[in-house]
T-cell receptor
């Protein structure tokens, strides 16, 4: 996983509750990414960060927010979880100028009931 | 944004066979990677190859950036090669965009 740790690894939550997923990295990656993976859709980018407090939207950002207050941590928040957000979430670090190769964490399986 | 297409979408091989997976992209890129997602869901880095050719054991990859495609070669396939193979590219922006993958099954 090249220093990318996601927590929790599994979570079941109820519709309407807020959920925060954490991605922690130890490699000083400048770039960090959050993806979701669903059957038939591959990996789709939710949000990404290109530095502390610098974030931007991906292709499926509705219903999600992110924060990056320090280099090591990139948080993904579902403000009010819906069943359509049941998915496997992956975090990645790297892919920027200084760290050109991106590495992935182990994934978080989120179920919204 | 950049469009990434992979082919074939599905592939079944007998153990020992060779295969070629293709990744086409719609614009110039400065980052191209190949990943293998194993049956347990883990994404494993295979190659970082924005251009040129690389080899790692039974796997090799070639990217022809000027023609906007990359190829992943698997020789003497083994059952442990089964899973999904993704290519991902980054163009002028910061987004790392994935293709939809090639599902590979290697049978005895």
């Amino acid at each position: 996983d090249a220093g990318i740790t996601q927590s929790p690894r599994h979570k079941v939550t109820e519709t309407g509750t807020p959920v925060t997923l954490r991605c922690h990295q130890t490699e000083n990656h400048r770039y960090m990414y959050w993806y979701r993976q669903d059957p038939g859709h591959g990996l789709r980018l939710i949000h990404y960060s290109y530095g502390v407090k610098d974030t931007d939207k991906g292709e499926v950002s509705d219903g999600y927010s992110v924060s990056r207050s320090k280099t090591e941590d990139f948080l993904l928040t579902l403000e009010s979880a819906t069943s359509s957000q049941t998915s496997v979430y992956f975090c990645a670090g790297g892919g920027g100028t200084e760290n050109t190769e991106a590495f992935f964490g182990q994934g978080t399986r989120l179920t919204v009931v | 944004g950049i469009q990434v297409e992979q082919s074939p979408p599905d592939l079944i091989l007998q153990e020992g066979a060779n295969s070629t997976l293709r990744c086409n992209f719609s614009d110039s890129v400065n980052n191209l990677q190949w990943f293998h997602q194993n049956p347990w869901g883990q994404l494993i880095n295979l190659f970082y190859i924005p251009s040129g050719t690389k080899q790692n054991g039974r796997l090799s990859a070639t990217t022809v950036a000027t023609e906007r495609y990359s190829l992943l070669y698997i020789s003497s396939s083994q059952t442990t090669d089964s899973g999904v193979y993704f290519c991902a590219v980054r163009g002028g922006g910061n987004k790392l965009t994935f293709g939809t993958g090639t599902q590979l099954k290697v049978e005895l």
